[in-house]
């Protein structure tokens, strides 16, 4: 059972226009990776996702490929890099991971204004 978040963003930058192959195969990846690692069958996914095997190849191979344009320079902008005959390795999967939604953000902030009021409060009464 997976979960990823599928940030706005991607519509936007170097992926713009890679067409819904790619980010059919995308958001599997994004939704099935775990701990960095990924496992990509073509033949898979092309049965769960509905599109022929090698339509499923061609968009692992535009994600695997080098990517002038990218937001990362990480990898030469690939955003998988193959590992195993099936597994690949999704490069900046713990950046995004790791990034705050709005919510989350809002949430830190107001954690971290509760504890800087508490220290204030603590450092005026001694």
């Given at each position: 059972m997976g979960y990823g978040k599928f940030w706005a963003s991607c519509f936007q930058g170097s992926m713009l226009g890679a067409g819904s192959d790619v980010f059919a195969i995308w958001g599997y990846v994004i939704a099935n990776t775990i701990k960095g690692t990924v496992e990509l069958n073509p033949a898979y996914l092309?049965?769960?996702?509905?599109?022929?095997?090698?339509?499923?190849?061609k968009a692992i191979d535009y994600l695997c490929a080098p990517d002038s344009n990218s937001r990362s320079s990480d990898e030469e902008g690939r955003r998988l890099v193959k590992e195993g005959q099936f597994l690949y390795r999704m490069?900046?999967?713990?950046v995004y991971r790791d990034m705050k939604d709005e919510d989350e953000l809002r949430e830190y902030n107001r954690m971290k204004k509760r504890e800087s009021r508490e220290?204030?409060?603590?450092?005026?009464?001694?």
């Open positions: 092309a049965a769960i996702i509905g599109m022929p095997k090698e339509r499923v190849q490069v900046n999967h713990y220290r204030n409060r603590n450092d005026n009464s001694e």
